[in-house]
C-alpha cells in the first residue's frame, strides 16, 4: 500500500489490512439474487420475493399470502423514493423505501437524508455511489449541519434506539403481538418482531449495507462540518479483475465512518487526494458474517 506520492504506508493508525489471494471467491450480486425482497431489472420489470403478509384482494376481501419465489410487480407500485429503469437507479433516502433487501441490475445513485435514517440493503450489479442532500447549502446558510446516518437491517435493529426499529427493519408495529403494516422480509424477521441468527445464511444478508459488483463511492461533507456514518458490511468490485479501475471512491474531505467491514478488489481512490478521514469501527459478534459458501469477513479494511 502506496501513499499519493508512491512512498510506503506502514503505518494504518490502528486499522486492520488484510491481503487475500487474488483467486478467492468474492460474492457477487448474482449470488444474492434470489435472498432479495424487491428486484429492478433494466427492461423496466420487477418482483418481490422472501416476503410475508402480502396483502390482495379476492372477491372484494382483502386476505394475505406469502411469497417464496420471484412474483412480478409493477416497478412503480415498490416506491416512490425509487426510480429509474434503464440500469440507472436512483433511490431518495428522504423516502419511504420498501422494508428489505433491494436488489438492482445495473448503478444505483443514493441521494441521503440528515433528516431520516437510511436503513435497507442495497445490491447492485453495476456501481453504488451515495450522495450528501444539500450540503453546501446547509453549510452556507446555517454553519452546521446534522450527521448522516445509513443501516444494514440487523445493524439498525441492534444499534439504533428509535422505537421504529420493529417497522424499518421488519415492516411489523411496536404492539404485543406485533401487526404487519407492510410485508414482512422473511430472510431474516420472524413474525414475533425478532430477527433470526445472523450467523446463518440467508439470514446474515442483512449484515449487508452495500453490495456492488462495480465501485462504490461514498460522499463526505466539506470542512469536517458533520459526519457520514455507515453501519454494515459493504463490499465492492467482485468484477474489477485486472482492469486497474479503481472499486472504491471516497469522495470529499469530511468525515466518513464506517461501522462493519469495508472490503474492496483491486484500487481505493480518494477524489481530493486523500483529504478525508475514513475511519473504521470493529463490527463484532454476528454482524460480521454474509451469505454462506463465500468471504467471511473479519473486522477490518481489505483489498481483494
Known amino acids: 500500500m502506496v501513499d499519493n506520492q508512491g512512498i510506503a504506508v506502514t503505518d494504518l493508525g490502528g ?6 489471494d487474488p483467486n478467492a471467491t468474492f460474492l457477487k450480486a448474482d449470488d444474492v439474487r434470489d435472498y432479495a425482497n424487491y428486484i429492478f431489472y433494466k427492461n423496466n420489470t420487477c418482483a418481490r420475493n422472501n416476503l410475508a403478509n402480502v396483502s390482495y384482494v379476492e372477491g372484494g376481501i382483502t386476505k394475505y399470502k406469502d411469497i417464496t419465489s420471484e412474483e412480478p410487480v409493477t416497478c412503480s407500485d415498490i416506491s416512490s423514493g425509487i426510480s429509474g429503469n434503464t440500469g440507472n437507479w436512483s433511490i431518495s433516502g428522504n423516502q419511504t423505501l420498501p422494508v428489505g433487501v433491494l436488489w438492482f441490475e445495473g ?6 437524508s440528515n433528516t431520516k435514517n437510511f ?10 455511489q451515495t450522495y450528501i442532500s444539500n450540503a453546501n447549502t446547509e453549510i452556507k446558510v446555517r454553519g452546521t449541519l446534522k450527521d448522516y446516518f ?10 439504533n434506539p428509535n422505537s421504529d426499529k420493529f417497522q424499518r427493519v421488519c415492516g411489523l408495529s411496536t404492539s404485543s403481538p406485533p ?8 430472510q431474516y424477521c420472524n413474525a414475533d418482531g425478532t430477527l433470526k441468527d445472523m450467523n446463518t445464511s440467508p439470514a446474515n444478508i442483512a449484515n449487508i449495507l452495500f ?6 463511492g461514498l460522499d463526505s ?12 458490511n459493504m463490499l465492492s468490485g467482485s468484477l474489477a479483475g485486472g482492469t486497474g479501475n479503481a472499486s472504491g471512491d471516497f469522495r470529499g474531505s469530511g468525515i466518513v465512518n464506517v461501522y462493519g467491514n469495508l472490503v474492496v478488489k483491486n484500487d481505493v481512490k480518494t477524489s481530493l487526494l486523500g483529504n478525508i478521514n ?26 481483494m
Open 221 to 232: 461533507i466539506p470542512g469536517g462540518k458533520s459526519q457520514v456514518n455507515y453501519y454494515g
Open 150 to 159: 445509513s443501516y444494514a437491517p440487523n445493524h439498525y435493529y441492534l444499534l
Open 15 to 20: 486499522l486492520s489490512l488484510g491481503n487475500f
Open 179 to 186: 401487526v404487519s403494516l407492510v410485508p414482512r422480509p422473511t
Open 211 to 216: 453490495l456492488t459488483n462495480g465501485y462504490l
Open 119 to 128: 436503513v435497507n440493503t442495497i445490491i447492485a450489479t453495476g456501481n453504488i
Open 107 to 112: 448503478n444505483v445513485d443514493i441521494t441521503l
Open 278 to 303: 475514513l475511519q473504521l469501527k470493529q463490527g463484532t459478534g454476528g454482524g460480521n458474517t454474509i451469505p454462506s459458501k463465500k468471504v467471511i469477513l473479519l473486522s477490518g479494511l481489505r483489498y
